[in-house]
């Protein structure tokens, strides 16, 4: 438990650093390529990673959730925890940074491609159209 919750300071330390240098590096008119592209990920790993150790220290209690004001209250009426709701939230939300504004792995395919400089991935959605693409087979 005590090494996770390490693991999670330090790549909220590092964001928060990463976060700084880059706000200087912008006040002087210069950029890192592709550091959109690493934030992103860099977020959905601390969500995820948050998400999994506040689900551990609450165990089940963790899984519970008022969907209405009404369960809201009765829940924290039985379950006094003050961290409870927002774990529960969090556990919710988590999955999506990962998703939305392109998934992790096309967030690592971009930065691949536009920051390393590595080829492209095979593909042939680009000469080939949807239509004849193989479906299902």
């Known amino acids: 438990m005590r090494q996770k919750l390490a693991e999670l300071y330090s790549l ?15 006040t002087k008119g210069e950029d890192i390529p592709g550091m959109g592209n690493m934030a992103k990920l860099s977020m959905s790993e601390i969500l995820r990673k948050s998400r999994d150790l506040g689900l551990e220290l609450l165990g089940m209690n963790g899984t519970l959730h008022g969907y209405t004001k009404d369960a809201q209250k009765e829940l924290e009426s039985v379950l006094p925890n003050p961290f409870r ?41 680009k000469v080939t159209p949807f239509r004849d693409l193989p479906k299902n087979t």
């Open 12 to 26: 909220n330390e590092i964001a928060r650093f990463t976060n700084q240098r880059q706000k200087a590096l912008k």
């Open 85 to 125: 709701v927002m774990i529960t939230e969090l556990a919710l939300f988590a999955q999506g940074p990962s998703i939305y504004g392109g998934t992790d792995e096309i967030q690592h395919n971009i930065i691949g491609e536009r920051v390393l400089g590595l080829p492209k991935e095979p593909n042939n959605d």
